[in-house]
C-alpha cells in the first residue's frame, strides 16, 4: 500500500527528521488511511518544505479510494424509471488546505476527506419526459441457438440501451458500445472481414449497430457516419447495415431536434429491438424505412445468420 510504503522509503533511505505524527484520513465505506509527517517532508530542509512527489502519490490513491462515479436514471425491464446517484471526487483544493493545516502542526490529525459532488447527466425528471412518444422503432432476427453471436449480440444490446442523446449531440457506437474483448464477455464468432468469413471476438455486433441504425433513422436523426459490409448480410434489406469495428468505422449519428431522444434496446427471443423514443413536444420529422425479413430464421440450423 503506498502509504506504507512512503513511511517505510522513508524510514529506511532518510535519516529521522522529526516526529512520525499521521494524518488519519477515514475514508467512506473503507479502513482509514494515513500518511506520517516526515513522509510529507523534503529531507535536509532546515524549513519544512511539502514534498510535491510524495503528495502527489498519495492524493492519487486517496482519489481512488473515495471517487464514486455517477449512476445514471434508467429504466429497467420491468419498464420501472429506476432512481439516479450522484457520485463523489475528492476536492482537491481543501484537500491541500488540511494538508498543510497538519503539516505545519504537532501531533495527530483526523480528517474527513473534502469531497465534490458529481450529479449525473439523466435524472429521473428527464426520463419521464423523453419516454412518452414512439419517434422510431426496428426490429431484426438472429439465431438464437449460435450461442457465442447470441452473447455478442446480448451485451452489445444492453450497452446501448437507455442511451439519452441530448439536443447537439453526437452518438458514437464505438464510444458507447466500447472495446469489444474476451475481458468483457465478448466471443469469437463469425465475421465479415473484407468480403470474407472469418471469426474474431464481438462477431455479431454488427446487427445490434444496424438495428439501431434503422430505428434512429426512421425516428429522422442526422446520421453523420455510416459504412456497409463489404459482403451483403441477411438480417436487414441491402443497403441497409452499418458495419462497426473497434479500430475500423464507426457508426454515429446527432440529435438536431430540440428535445432529448432516449434509445431502448432489448432482445426478445431471436429478436432484435431497437425503440427510439423523445418528449410530447418532439417534432420528428420520420422517415420511411423497409422492414427486416424475418424468412431467412425461421429454422434453427440456418447458417446465413452467422455473418455479423
Known amino acids: 500500500m503506498l502509504l506504507l510504503k512512503l513511511s517505510a522509503i522513508s524510514l529506511l533511505t532518510l535519516p529521522s527528521m522529526g516526529n512520525h505524527d499521521q494524518l488519519h484520513i477515514q475514508v467512506p465505506n473503507g479502513p482509514p488511511l494515513y500518511i506520517e509527517r516526515h513522509s510529507l517532508e523534503v529531507p535536509l530542509m ?4 511539502l514534498n510535491e512527489k510524495n503528495y502527489s ?15 445514471n436514471a ?3 425491464e420491468n419498464n420501472i424509471i429506476v432512481q439516479e446517484q ?6 482537491g483544493n481543501k484537500f491541500r488546505e488540511s494538508v498543510y493545516d497538519f503539516f505545519f502542526s504537532k501531533g495527530d490529525k483526523h480528517i474527513a476527506p473534502p469531497l465534490l459532488t458529481l450529479y449525473p447527466r439523466v435524472d429521473s425528471e428527464i426520463l419521464a419526459q423523453i419516454k412518452t412518444q414512439l419517434i422510431g422503432q426496428y426490429v431484426t432476427y438472429f439465431n438464437k441457438y449460435n450461442e457465442e453471436r447470441t ?5 452489445a444490446t444492453e450497452e446501448i440501451n437507455n442511451a439519452v442523446v441530448f439536443p447537439g449531440e453526437v452518438f458514437s457506437f464505438n464510444g458507447v458500445v466500447g472495446k469489444r474483448t474476451k475481458e468483457r464477455g465478448y466471443q469469437k464468432a463469425p465475421v465479415i472481414v473484407k468480403g470474407e468469413l ?17 430505428a ?4 429522422g436523426v442526422v446520421i453523420l457516419e455510416r459504412y456497409h459490409h463489404s459482403k451483403r448480410v441477411p438480417y436487414v434489406p441491402s443497403g441497409r447495415d452499418a458495419t462497426v469495428s473497434w479500430y475500423g468505422p464507426d457508426f454515429t449519428f446527432r440529435n438536431d431536434y430540440n428535445q432529448p431522444i432516449l434509445i431502448r434496446a432489448n432482445i426478445v427471443g431471436g429478436q432484435v429491438i431497437v425503440s427510439v423514443y423523445s418528449s410530447e413536444f418532439v417534432n420528428a420529422q420520420k422517415r420511411q424505412i423497409p422492414s427486416a425479413s ?3 430464421f425461421q429454422e434453427k440450423d440456418v447458417t446465413h445468420s452467422v455473418e455479423n
Open 46 to 49: 532546515d524549513e519544512p518544505l
Open 57 to 71: 502519490e498519495f492524493v492519487l490513491e486517496l482519489q481512488e479510494k473515495v471517487y464514486t462515479p455517477p449512476r
Open 74 to 76: 434508467y429504466i429497467n
Open 86 to 91: 450522484a457520485g463523489f471526487k475528492l476536492n
Open 151 to 155: 452473447r455478442n449480440i446480448i451485451l
Open 198 to 214: 472469418s471469426e474474431d471476438i464481438g462477431g455479431g455486433i454488427c446487427q445490434v449497430s444496424s438495428t439501431l441504425f434503422n
Open 216 to 219: 434512429v433513422d426512421q425516428a
Open 294 to 296: 424475418h424468412d431467412l
